[in-house]
Each structure stands twice: as C-alpha cells, then as structure tokens.
C-alpha cells in the first residue's frame, strides 16, 4: 500500500467537503480560492462539481494546472434513469463538454433511481446501461471517462440503481465502452464484505476513483451526515489494501457531505483536518 504519512500528492479535495456540491451550503469560496488554498497544502488535485463551473470551464482547469495540480474528476452528470431523470441526453453530454473544458480526466455518474414503469433494479440497469453506451462514444472522443458510482443500498429507489461495485460492473459490462468504469466510496461501501470480489471483476483499468470519508456510527442524516475520516467506524486501511489490490494507485478524493459539522467549519481549518486525517488514518 501507498503510504501518505509523508506523500499526499494523491490527495484530492472534492469541493463538496467545503459543501460546494449544494446551493445554501458552505462557505462560497470561489475556485480560485479553494485551488490556492489546496495548493498551498500540498495537494495534487481537485473535484468540482458543475454549479461551480458554469461557462469557466478551461479557465478553471488552467488555474489547476498552473497552481501545480491536475483537476482529478468533475462530479456529475444528471441522473441516467429514474424519475428525476432529464429527458433526453443533452444534459449528459454538456457536463462531458465540462469535463473536457476543465480537463478533468473522470466524470462521476450518479444513476437516478429505478425507471418510471418498472420494479427493483435490474431492468433499469439494462436501461441505464443503454444510455450509458450511448454517451460513452461522446465522452472518448473528448477524452473523459464516465465513472458509475455505485451508492449506499438506503440510496435505491430515488437515487440509485447500483448498490455495490459488483452492480456497477455488471454495468459496466453490459455498456461495454472501454472508457467506463466504478467510482469506489467509502460512504458507500465500507459495509460490504464482498467489496473486494466486485473489484476484482472491475479490473485496475476500470477503477476510476476513491473516495474517501467515514461512516459515523449514529448517522443522523442520510445523504448529508458524513464523517471526516477517522471519526466513525469505516475501515479506511482495510478498504484502500482492497482498492489497491485491485490495482488503483489514482488519486484519493475527500467527499464528506456534513451539513450540521464540517461545513459549519472555517474551510481553512477543514482542509487542514482533512490533510492531517489523510496522513495518519488512511
Ligand atoms: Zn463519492
């Protein structure tokens, strides 16, 4: 395994830990100010997520570049399937466009729920799998590959179809483009004891990301109660021996959606929590 208690180039910010992923949230830093801020860290890389893009795409991920970090990853594209989904795939193929304007290597797909006239999930896996393969060619061709992120099983329904790696690789499979694969999260599967026979069956080329986090014993808000690493119950070495056993050595993003703590918290003593936990806990 990697070790970070004195490297933490592969550490990557992923804005929503400053609580950028959601209108009313966090302390609205603009870009510049969370890529300075990383970058005197030490950080190697950064995660947007497209509300705080808007037209600045190249801008923004040139700002990256000469601040001496890579944008890791663009979080994400509009639901594929489910009720909430757009119609159409236009959306879809805008945040690939970007993607590729930031120079992001990795945009982050998370499904949508189960389609509207169908029951549990595997027929909205086939139908998530078609429509994944047909943005699949658009992302190549710019140089993105799509990263299906497989979410918390209390997730489905509304959210997801895929609950594990595995229903992500089945997927994946299914869409069969080279250029996609799994988003592995913390938050999303430190609970499954098969976790490292799904990534086995992903394969090193189709591990897109890591993210990192923690799953607080007492969790008492679903989607926004993430802990900081270290502080709840995920084993964080033991999931990142599975990851890299598989064969990840990419970059290792900290998403914690904390609506009630850590976004409360003065982002520049966040960022520098979250490097501290980086070294010593995960
Ligand atoms: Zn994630």
Redesign the pocket.
């Known amino acids: 395994m990697r070790d970070f208690s004195q490297d933490i180039s592969a550490l990557a910010l992923?804005t929503a830990t400053l609580g950028h992923n959601l209108d009313g949230y966090g302390a609205g830093w603009p870009p510049e100010r969370v890529i300075d801020a990383c970058a005197a860290r030490g950080l190697g890389g950064i995660v947007f997520w497209r509300r705080e893009i808007g037209r600045r795409s190249v801008e923004i991920g040139d700002r990256v570049r000469a601040a001496g970090m890579q944008v890791v990853g663009l979080c994400r594209t509009p639901y594929l399937v489910g009720r909430d989904a757009p119609a159409g795939l236009d959306e879809a193929k805008a945040s690939i466009d970007m993607a590729a304007g930031l120079g992001a290597p990795v945009l982050?797909i998370v499904t949508g729920g189960t389609e509207p006239g169908t029951k549990g999930v595997l027929e909205s896996q086939k139908i998530l799998a078609e429509r994944v393969a047909a943005i699949a060619g658009y992302a190549s061709e710019r140089g993105v590959k799509l990263a299906l992120?497989p979410l918390n099983p209390m997730f489905g329904g509304n959210r997801t179809v895929l609950m594990t790696v595995a229903d992500a690789v089945r997927v994946c499979d299914m869409a069969g483009a080279p250029n996609v694969g799994v988003?592995v999260?913390v938050?999303?599967v430190w609970w499954d004891s098969a976790l490292a026979e799904g990534l086995a069956a992903a394969g090193p080329d189709r591990i897109l990301g890591y993210?990192l986090c923690d799953w607080l014993e007492n969790t008492r808000d679903m989607l926004l109660d993430r802990g900081m690493m270290g502080d709840g119950v995920a084993d964080l070495k033991v999931l990142r021996a599975a990851v890299e056993g598989a064969g990840y050595a990419g970059p290792c993003e900290v998403?914690v959606f904390s609506s009630s703590d850590w976004w409360r918290r003065d982002p520049s003593a966040v960022l520098d929590v979250m490097v501290d936990r980086f070294r010593t806990v995960c």
Do not use: G, I, R, V
Request: aromatic share 12%; hydrophobic share 10%.
């Open positions: 992923n982050t992120e988003a999260d938050y999303h993210h998403e």
